[in-house]
C-alpha cells in the first residue's frame, strides 16, 4: 500500500467500477491493524460502523490478528472508531480511498483506528 | 562475613573449612565436655594452642557465592579486576538487555509498518533486523569498520592478556590464621575467579562468533550502525540517546491534526513529536517548541497535561507504547471545545488571559477541505 496510488474514491471514476473493499481497523496509533476484505455487493447499503462490528466479530482470525483484536478491544473500553480523525458515521464509500497493489488490481481502502482518548487539561 | 574479616580474630583452617573462636562461659564449657571423638567426620569442635573452635563455612562455598553474599563488594572487584581490559561500549549497548534493542524489537514494531500488502505477520527478531538493515543506509566505511569487530582480533587480543595473567592460588594451610590474612586470601582468590569466568566467556564469545553467518553479520553491523550513532527514525517513529548511556528520547510524530473551537472553527496544528525518555519521570512531553491546550507555554520539552494520568514505575515496552499513544490522543482527540479543558481555550473568551493564541492556526472551510 506504501506504493499505491490512493486518489478520494468518490471523487473518481473508479467509484463507479465494482471493486472489493479493505477495511483496516488499526488498534491506537499502530502501523498496522486487522484487514477484512468485503467483496463487491457485500459491503454496499451497509454503514461503516455495522462493517466494522461484523469484522470484529468474526471468529476465523489468526494468532497474529486475535492479538490486534485483543490490542483493539482494549482500546474500545471506553474508546471510539474513527476514521480521517473523526468518529465512523455513514457508509464505507465515504471514506474510502481508490488504491492499487502492486499488480495493478484497484480496490477500495478504508483506514480506521480505534482510539481510547486521552483528556486533558487537568494538571495533576 | 565482611564484619569478620575487618575484626582483629584469629581464625583456624582445617580440611577446608574455616573455624571461629568458641566463646566461654560456664554452659559452654560443660558442653564441651561431651564432645565427640577428635578425628571423626563429625568434628565441630578443635583445639588449636589451648583454645577451642567450633567449625562455621566452607571456604569453597564463600568464594563460589560471593557473586550472591556481597553483590557490590564483588561488583566493585569485577570492575577494578576487568579494568584493565576494557571492552567497546558499542558492543556492550547492543547486549539482548539493552533498552535499546528493547525498543527496536519491542517498541519500534508496533508504530512501523513492516509488511507488504495485507499479510499481517508477526516479524521475527532476525526478520525485524532485515526490515531495519533495508531502511537504513550504512556507509560502506562503518560496514569495513563492523567487520573489524567481527573478525575476533579484539577478543583474541582481550582473551590473550587475561590468559597471560597465568594467576594462582596456594591453598590455605591447615592451623591458625589471622583474620587479616584471610581477607587477603579471599581477595585474591575472587581475582583469579573473575578471571576465569570472564575466560570462559570470551571463549564461548569467540566460538559464537565462528558460527556466525553472513544474515548474522548483517545484523550485527545494522545494531553496530544505530548503537553507534544513537539515533533513527522511520515512518515518524524515532528515539535519540539521552547522554552516553543506555537511556533515550523514544518520540513519535503526530502529523498535522486539526482541532475545533467554541464555534466549530478548525484549527491546524502542525506535526510535532511526542515524545517519552526510558527513565524516569515517564510523562508524555512534545520535544520541539510548540502551543496546543495543554501545554503551558510555547518552548521545546514541554509536559502534556493529562486528566488521571498515573506516570508508571518501570521501563517496558508496553509502557512507553502506552505513553506516547496517551500523548498523541491527548493533542489529537482530547480537548473539548465547549468546556474549553486546558490552559489555554482555542478561542479567546471574555476571561481569557491573552498568552498563547491559536488565531495563525486558523483556516477556513476552503482550506479545511484540501487537507
Known amino acids: 500500500m506504501t506504493d499505491a496510488e490512493t486518489k478520494k474514491a468518490l471523487e473518481t471514476e473508479e467509484s463507479q467500477e465494482i471493486l472489493p473493499l479493505i477495511l483496516e481497523i488499526m488498534p491506537g ?30 471468529k476465523k482470525w489468526s494468532i497474529e490478528e486475535q492479538l490486534i483484536i485483543e490490542d483493539i478491544t482494549r482500546q474500545l473500553q471506553g474508546g471510539k472508531l474513527l476514521c480521517s480523525g473523526h468518529e465512523i458515521e455513514g457508509t464505507a464509500l465515504e471514506y474510502a480511498v481508490t488504491e492499487q497493489t502492486e499488480a495493478g488490481e484497484k480496490y477500495l481502502y478504508v483506514p480506521i483506528r480505534a482510539i481510547k482518548p486521552q483528556e486533558g487539561g487537568i494538571w495533576q | 562475613m565482611l564484619q569478620l574479616v575487618q575484626s582483629d580474630l584469629e581464625l583456624v583452617v582445617k580440611s577446608g573449612f ?28 578443635i583445639e588449636v594452642a589451648g583454645k577451642h573452635f567450633i567449625k562455621s563455612v566452607s571456604i569453597q562455598s564463600i568464594l563460589t557465592n560471593m557473586e550472591e553474599i556481597d553483590n557490590d563488594y564483588y561488583g566493585q572487584l569485577q570492575r577494578e579486576c576487568l579494568r584493565k581490559f576494557p571492552m567497546s561500549p558499542t558492543l556492550e549497548g547492543i547486549s539482548t538487555d539493552s533498552k535499546l534493542m528493547t525498543l527496536l524489537l519491542k517498541v519500534m514494531p508496533y508504530f512501523v509498518r513492516k509488511n507488504k500488502g495485507f499479510a499481517r505477520k508477526r516479524l521475527h527478531d532476525e526478520e525485524l533486523l532485515d526490515f531495519l538493515g533495508d531502511r537504513i543506509d550504512i556507509p560502506q566505511s562503518f560496514r569495513e569498520q563492523a567487520d573489524k569487530y567481527l573478525d575476533s582480533k579484539p577478543l583474541l587480543q582481550r582473551l590473550n592478556d587475561l590468559e597471560r595473567l597465568e594467576q594462582k592460588v596456594e591453598a590455605l594451610h591447615d ?8 581477607g587477603r586470601w579471599l581477595h585474591k582468590s575472587l581475582e583469579v575467579q573473575i578471571v576465569d569466568k570472564e575466560i570462559a566467556r570470551l571463549k564461548k564469545r569467540l566460538r559464537d562468533r565462528e558460527l556466525l553467518t553472513e544474515a548474522q553479520r548483517n545484523h550485527f553491523c545494522t545494531l553496530m550502525y544505530i548503537a553507534e550513532k544513537g539515533a533513527l527514525e522511520i515512518d515518524g517513529f524515532g528515539f535519540y540517546r539521552l547522554g552516553s548511556g543506555d537511556d533515550y528520547l523514544v518520540y513519535k510524530r503526530t502529523g498535522e491534526y486539526i482541532l475545533k473551537d467554541y464555534y466549530a472553527r478548525s484549527y491546524l496544528f502542525p506535526d510535532c513529536r511526542v515524545g517519552v525518555p526510558t527513565m524516569r519521570p515517564f510523562k508524555p512531553m512534545v520535544l520541539e517548541p510548540y502551543k496546543h491546550p495543554f501545554l503551558q507555554g510555547y518552548t521545546s520539552r514541554q509536559e502534556i497535561c493529562m486528566k488521571e494520568f498515573k506516570p508508571p514505575d518501570e521501563f517496558t515496552a508496553d509502557n512507553i507504547i502506552r505513553l506516547l499513544e496517551e500523548g498523541i490522543n491527548a493533542l489529537l482527540y482530547g480537548y473539548d471545545a465547549r468546556r474549553r479543558n486546558g490552559y489555554h481555550s482555542l478561542d479567546p473568551t471574555r476571561h481569557y488571559i491573552k498568552t498563547i493564541e491559536f488565531e495563525d492556526y486558523r483556516i477556513n472551510s476552503d482550506e479545511l477541505h484540501e487537507v
Open chain 2, 18 to 45: 574455616l573455624y571461629l573462636p568458641l566463646l566461654y562461659d560456664p554452659d559452654i564449657a560443660r558442653e564441651i565436655q561431651y564432645k565427640p571423638p577428635p578425628g571423626g567426620s563429625t568434628e565441630r569442635l
Open chain 2, 175 to 182: 592451623g591458625l590464621i589471622s583474620v587479616e590474612i584471610l
Open chain 1, 29 to 58: 496509533h499502530a502501523a498496522e491493524g486487522l484487514i477484512d476484505i468485503y467483496e463487491p455487493g457485500s459491503y454496499e447499503g451497509r454503514t461503516l460502523r455495522k462493517l466494522c462490528e461484523r469484522t470484529l466479530s468474526k
